[in-house]
């Protein structure tokens, strides 16, 4: 069984819906959380293109990962969550921290209750995978042992940079900061967090998405129990690394 915790409203529909989808079709169980135990929603813009202009394309869902999302969303479990303060790391096999970048996930990258429940993930040495910025929820962890972040010994990859400026700048004159979650981009607070920057992995990023049976344009880093990716385009390959990992350790 696999927890995936979401905030109220914001998360990123592709890096969702695709793991919730691929990991489902193949058995696995899947527990949603949100901030309140109420049903979450993804960043509607990223569904209706809505503000993208020109970019809309480009920026948005495609149309497999919104008709995965509608998918999910119609799902019980996702209808149903559990709140954060019912987390019990014990029940689970693993844990999946989406990304999105709308201010809405502040509810669920600020969450002291969650940082608190994603600790005891890493301690149990569950199977934990995060993308984009899923990532950021993952650096702010502190494993109260020794007081640093989660990931501090780990090797990951998170949304970079270049990905994160690149698209704030496309936008900014008619979305303002809505690509500026915070004013440190993900990249650099990720770094932040590790014990060298050494161990950030950058991977050599595509404008193409991976898909179910092409993988060519993903990157994913794989250390011990913890997977991480960078964006949307990451999602499929990162669901069938997640899996494989998933099946190791049954």
Request: proline share 4%; aromatic share 12%.
């Amino acid at each position: 069984m696999i927890l995936i915790p979401l905030p109220h409203y914001g998360f990123d529909p592709t890096e969702s819906a695709v793991p919730w989808e691929y990991l489902t079709s193949r058995g696995v169980e899947i527990v949603f959380a949100t901030p309140n135990g109420k049903a979450a929603a993804a960043d509607e813009r990223l569904i209706t293109g809505r503000g993208f202009g020109v970019f809309k394309t480009f920026l948005m869902a495609n149309d497999t990962a919104i008709e995965a999302y509608q998918r999910m969303s119609a799902d019980t479990a996702f209808k149903h969550p559990i709140s954060y303060s019912e987390i019990k790391a014990s029940d689970y096999d693993g844990l999946i921290l989406p990304g999105g970048h709308d201010k809405g996930m502040k509810t669920y990258l600020e969450s002291t209750v969650l940082q608190a429940k994603v600790a005891k993930f890493f301690a149990e040495k569950k199977i934990i995978g995060a993308i984009c910025h899923g990532t950021v929820l993952a650096i702010r962890t502190i494993n109260p042992q020794n007081q640093r972040s989660v990931l501090y010994d780990y090797q990951t990859t998170s949304l970079l940079k270049m990905q994160e400026m690149s698209a704030y700048y496309l936008t900014v004159l008619w979305l303002s900061d809505y690509y500026r979650t915070y004013p440190i981009t993900v990249e650099d607070e990720v770094k932040s967090g590790l014990k060298s920057s050494k161990q950030f992995q950058s991977g050599v990023f595509s404008l193409r998405r991976d898909s179910l049976k092409n993988e060519s344009p993903a990157f994913v880093t794989e250390d011990r129990n913890y997977l991480s990716a960078r964006w949307p385009g990451d999602a499929y390959t990162f669901s069938k690394r997640f899996y494989h990992l998933l099946k190791k350790v049954k």
